[in-house]
């Protein structure tokens, strides 16, 4: 059975959305100590399915991820708003560690 819910840690980290088993389950929204955001689908505790992070420079990352990685298909927006489409794997969360096409 999943639950709604809203944890507030120290230094401003937060989650609201749903919770089952003791994680993060189904649609939430979370935001990180450095400012930096979340929101989408988690399994596992994890981002997955569709998502969109967005860092506090302004770049955002809105697409699909897996066990709390960038995967698959995406947008990558710079802090301009330069939007660039991306489509493979990330082995890493850097995006030196990108394969695939841009």
């Given at each position: 059975?999943?639950?709604?819910?809203?944890?507030?840690?120290?230094?401003?980290?937060?989650?609201?959305?749903?919770?089952?088993?003791d994680?993060r389950?189904?649609?939430?929204?979370e935001?990180?100590?450095?400012?930096?955001?979340?929101?989408?689908?988690?399994k596992e505790?994890r981002?997955?399915g569709?998502?969109?992070?967005?860092?506090v420079?302004?770049?955002?990352y809105?697409g699909?991820?897996?066990?709390?990685?960038?995967?698959?298909?995406?947008?990558?927006?710079?802090?301009?708003?330069?939007?660039k489409?991306?489509?493979?794997?990330?082995v890493?969360?850097k995006?030196?560690?990108?394969?695939?096409?841009?």
């Amino acid at each position: 059975m999943k639950a709604v819910c809203l944890i507030i840690q120290p230094l401003g980290r937060f989650y609201e959305g749903e919770w089952k088993s003791d994680v993060r389950e189904g649609a939430g929204f979370e935001r990180y100590a450095n400012g930096n955001t979340y929101e989408g689908g988690y399994k596992e505790g994890r981002a997955n399915g569709k998502g969109t992070y967005t860092w506090v420079s302004g770049e955002t990352y809105n697409g699909q991820w897996s066990m709390g990685m960038k995967h698959g298909q995406g947008v990558w927006k710079t802090a301009n708003g330069e939007a660039k489409k991306v489509k493979g794997h990330y082995v890493t969360p850097k995006i030196s560690s990108y394969i695939g096409e841009w």
